[in-house]
């Protein structure tokens, strides 16, 4: 079983779809109008963006990711939200100005292996938003992991029942990039399984996606440092940057 299915089956209870995230998209939106979740994982955010009443399509690269999403679909609460197995680089494949919010959150961009496959991304994310809209892009924020050279993120701890899930996210800065290493455990009565994974990840810093939106045309893109929208600062623990498209 690979380290992202295994992620797949506790990823739930690992990064919930917190209400102030869920609130800060639905503001962006107009009610009732279309979304495009991408990099969705196992749907959470589109799940609960669905039972407010959004029409929402979740999108992500991993089958197990996927599968767990499809199973939200049937949830009581849910009204239904398209779930497709698709990666952000081929986004060709939707509709153009089909949405009136596009989101891609929960540190995805920066699993792109360099700024032009980052740029081409978020281009084709803009193109897909209707007049008006808005994309919203979160990510670590990788300035501050830099200049403090911070080594771990951290610790998410998670006491269900029968077991205890722990997931650790450490950093190795090298001159290329950073070395993600993602730990999970789950320890049950008599029993304790561990997970480990690594991955190179490209440290986007907030003056890199302002250069992409200068050199393609995009907007300037408005920064906050979370989701209850205050304001960034280089010590912030995430960079939430919002782009809209002229009505």
């Known amino acids: 079983m690979s ?42 955010l589109a799940a609960a963006l669905s039972e407010r009443g959004y029409s929402v399509t979740a999108i992500d690269v991993d ?23 698709l990666d952000m680089r081929g986004l060709d494949n939707l509709p153009a100005e089909g949405y009136e919010t596009v989101v891609c959150v929960g540190n995805s961009l920066v699993h792109l292996n360099d700024l032009t496959e980052i ?35 951290p610790v998410i ?14 950093y190795e800065l090298e001159e290329d990039g950073i070395l993600f290493h993602g730990r999970l455990s789950v320890k049950g009565a008599a029993s304790e399984e561990e997970y480990e994974n690594r991955v190179r990840l490209l440290p986007m810093q907030s003056d ?18 979370n989701y209850q929208g205050e304001a960034y600062t280089a010590g912030s623990t995430a960079l939430v940057a919002v782009l809209r498209k002229r009505g």
């Open 157 to 170: 701890e998670r006491k269900l029942a029968d077991q205890t899930i722990t997931f650790r996210r450490l």
């Open 208 to 225: 890199e996606l302002l250069q992409i939106a200068e050199q393609y045309g995009l907007p300037v893109p408005e920064f906050y440092g």
């Open 3 to 44: 380290f992202y299915e295994t992620l797949s089956r506790y990823y739930d209870e690992i990064f919930p779809a917190a209400p102030a995230q869920v609130d800060f998209v639905a503001k962006q939106t107009v009610p009732g109008g279309r979304i495009l979740d991408v990099a969705a994982g196992t749907g959470n």
């Open 119 to 153: 740029a081409d991304a978020v281009i084709g994310m803009f193109d897909r938003l209707k007049p008006g809209g808005a994309l919203i892009l979160q990510n670590v924020n990788y300035d501050r992991i830099l200049r403090d050279h911070v080594k771990e993120l």
């Open 63 to 85: 089958p197990s990711m996927v599968d767990q999403m499809k199973k939200k679909q049937e949830s009581p609460g849910a009204t239904g939200f398209e779930t497709l197995l």
